[in-house]
């Protein structure tokens, strides 16, 4: 009985080792890299604190305003944003007719196995071909072409997750609305998008985070502060001379924020969209 008990709290004591380790390895870098984006420039080649000495927003400050990157988080902000209503709206265009409508099991297999190797296909190998094919389309340096390429990478990843939410929404409601004298658009509309809005908007937040932190497109297809990103922006503060820690730092933190209030504010959306036909009736 008492060796039970001692297996107990040995278990109890690795669980909580464990999640300790693991919550330090997550957290610390992150506190890291908000004590430094408050500490000055001379604070930080002093001496190494934990605690910012004198905490100020100067940094913050620097990298908006002085350094111009309002204009590349602007430029992040709207390319995120069309590229989620492009994925979006051309995911249901695709996942619709292969959930909703009678098609060979052959074609939806083949969509989806289609899909599945786009997601497999690494960005650097096919960044020299739509180098060649932007250029040619004279769309170099134009937000337009990273949402185009944003959205055809991100495609694959909205056709498997609203293929799950759609394929969970019962068939005979949409039925039901059409016996009533709906037509398809309408039944589309009013019956499905409703009941598929958690889905919908845990892909659309995923897909935004996803458009936000990708550098390589943005750094080989633009050009000028008009039209690059926010990464791209951050990459510019590693010079030959020095690397400007507390603007690396203020810039990260600025990175992170918006996807994570992004986050916050559609949580109950994730859960509800990740966990859409997870409790099935027996």
Same mark, same amino acid.
């Given at each position: 009985? *008492?060796s *039970? $008990?001692?297996?107990?709290?040995?278990?109890?004591?690795?669980?909580?080792?464990?999640?300790?380790?693991?919550g330090f390895?997550?957290?610390?870098?992150?506190?890291?890299?908000?004590?430094?984006?408050?500490?000055s420039?001379?604070?930080?080649?002093?001496? &190494? #604190?934990?605690?910012?000495?004198?905490?100020s927003?100067?940094?913050?400050?620097?990298v908006?305003? /002085?350094?111009?990157?309002?204009?590349?988080?602007?430029?992040?902000?709207?390319?995120?944003?069309?590229?989620?209503?492009?994925?979006?709206?051309?995911?249901?265009?695709?996942t619709?007719?292969?959930? *909703?409508?009678?098609?060979?099991?052959?074609?939806r297999?083949?969509?989806?196995?289609?899909?599945?190797?786009?997601?497999?296909?690494?960005p650097?190998?096919?960044?020299?071909?739509?180098f060649a094919?932007?250029?040619t389309?004279?769309?170099?340096?134009?937000?337009?072409?990273?949402?185009?390429?944003?959205?055809?990478?991100?495609?694959?990843?909205?056709?498997?997750?609203?293929?799950?939410?759609?394929?969970?929404?019962? &068939?005979?409601?949409?039925?039901?609305?059409?016996? /009533?004298?709906?037509?398809?658009?309408?039944?589309? *509309?009013r019956?499905?998008? @409703?009941?598929? #809005?958690?889905?919908?908007?845990?892909?659309?937040?995923i897909?935004?985070?996803?458009?936000?932190?990708?550098?390589?497109?943005?750094?080989?297809? #633009?050009? #000028?502060p008009q039209?690059q990103?926010?990464?791209? $922006?951050?990459?510019?503060?590693?010079t030959?001379?020095?690397?400007?820690?507390?603007d690396?730092?203020?810039?990260?933190?600025?990175?992170?924020?918006? @996807?994570?209030?992004?986050?916050?504010?559609?949580r109950?959306?994730?859960?509800? $969209?990740?966990?859409? $036909?997870?409790?099935? /009736?027996k």
């Amino acid at each position: 009985m *008492r060796s *039970r $008990g001692a297996a107990v709290w040995a278990r109890i004591i690795l669980i909580v080792a464990g999640l300790g380790v693991a919550g330090f390895l997550y957290a610390f870098p992150l506190y890291w890299l908000i004590a430094t984006s408050l500490k000055s420039k001379a604070e930080l080649y002093q001496s &190494i #604190t934990l605690f910012p000495q004198h905490p100020s927003l100067n940094s913050y400050a620097s990298v908006l305003f /002085d350094r111009g990157f309002w204009v590349l988080l602007k430029n992040s902000v709207i390319v995120c944003a069309a590229t989620v209503v492009v994925t979006i709206a051309v995911g249901l265009v695709i996942t619709y007719p292969i959930t *909703r409508l009678s098609v060979p099991p052959q074609l939806r297999v083949g969509v989806l196995n289609w899909a599945l190797s786009l997601r497999f296909l690494p960005p650097v190998a096919v960044v020299v071909p739509y180098f060649a094919i932007v250029r040619t389309l004279q769309i170099y340096n134009q937000p337009i072409a990273l949402i185009g390429i944003y959205s055809l990478f991100n495609l694959p990843f909205a056709i498997w997750m609203l293929k799950g939410f759609l394929a969970e929404i019962p &068939i005979e409601l949409e039925e039901a609305a059409l016996v /009533d004298g709906a037509n398809r658009w309408t039944s589309f *509309r009013r019956v499905l998008l @409703p009941l598929a #809005t958690p889905g919908l908007l845990a892909a659309a937040t995923i897909v935004f985070t996803f458009a936000w932190s990708e550098f390589l497109f943005a750094l080989i297809l #633009t050009a #000028t502060p008009q039209s690059q990103t926010f990464p791209v $922006g951050v990459q510019g503060l590693v010079t030959q001379f020095e690397i400007i820690w507390n603007d690396m730092a203020a810039s990260g933190v600025i990175a992170m924020s918006v @996807p994570l209030v992004l986050m916050v504010i559609a949580r109950k959306y994730m859960v509800a $969209g990740l966990t859409f $036909g997870v409790i099935r /009736d027996k």
